[in-house]
């Protein structure tokens, strides 16, 4: 037996998703590229795809640790000042701007129970925020500044 040609009349483009191609259609594949839709690439499993790129890493940083960090957070408590009474609408951001009346804050965030914290640079200045900043209207409200105290695991 010998295989039989037969014409299809197909409009491009055409999708076939498994079997036998018309001749016509294959060579005019194989003159695109070759590859499907994305060009010339060879198959390869997933565990030998490299996730890391040009940089050898698994993130941008160009290292194996966690990333770039937290911005300005610090691990010094007296650079860090708890604040409490802040009002609902305030945003971080507005913590922010009404903290850096007396110093540059590196770091602000509001958590659950209207409190916040932010941080400075020196201890110096998170010392001055607690003393001047304390009783101030942020928004509608009078906010409290202390200072900061880690929450002991139990």
Same mark, same amino acid.
């Given at each position: 037996l010998k295989?039989?040609?037969?014409?299809?009349?197909?409009?491009p483009?055409?999708t076939?998703?498994?079997? %036998?191609l +018309?001749? #016509?259609?294959?060579?005019?594949?194989?003159?695109? =590229?070759?590859? !499907? $839709? *994305? &060009?010339?690439?060879? %198959?390869q +499993?997933? #565990?030998q795809?490299?996730?890391?790129?040009k940089g =050898?890493?698994? !993130? $941008? *940083? &160009?290292?194996?640790?966690?990333g770039?960090?937290?911005?300005?957070?610090?691990?010094?408590p007296?650079?860090?000042?708890?604040? *409490?009474?802040?009002?609902d609408?305030?945003?971080w951001?507005?913590?922010?701007t009404?903290?850096?009346?007396?110093?540059?804050?590196?770091w602000a965030?509001?958590?659950k129970?209207?409190?916040?914290?932010?941080a400075?640079?020196?201890a110096?200045?998170?010392a001055?925020?607690?003393a001047?900043?304390?009783?101030t209207?942020?928004g509608?409200?009078a906010i409290?500044?202390?200072t900061?105290?880690?929450?002991?695991?139990?």
């Amino acid at each position: 037996l010998k295989p039989q040609r037969f014409w299809i009349a197909v409009a491009p483009p055409v999708t076939f998703t498994m079997g %036998w191609l +018309p001749d #016509w259609l294959w060579r005019q594949q194989q003159q695109k =590229g070759g590859a !499907g $839709k *994305g &060009g010339k690439s060879t %198959w390869q +499993p997933q #565990w030998q795809k490299q996730p890391w790129g040009k940089g =050898g890493s698994w !993130g $941008k *940083g &160009g290292s194996w640790g966690k990333g770039k960090g937290k911005g300005g957070l610090t691990r010094d408590p007296s650079k860090k000042v708890w604040i *409490g009474n802040i009002p609902d609408e305030a945003t971080w951001k507005d913590l922010q701007t009404h903290m850096n009346q007396v110093g540059t804050t590196t770091w602000a965030q509001i958590f659950k129970g209207n409190t916040g914290a932010v941080a400075y640079k020196t201890a110096e200045e998170a010392a001055t925020a607690i003393a001047t900043m304390n009783g101030t209207l942020l928004g509608n409200s009078a906010i409290v500044c202390d200072t900061w105290e880690k929450k002991e695991q139990q």
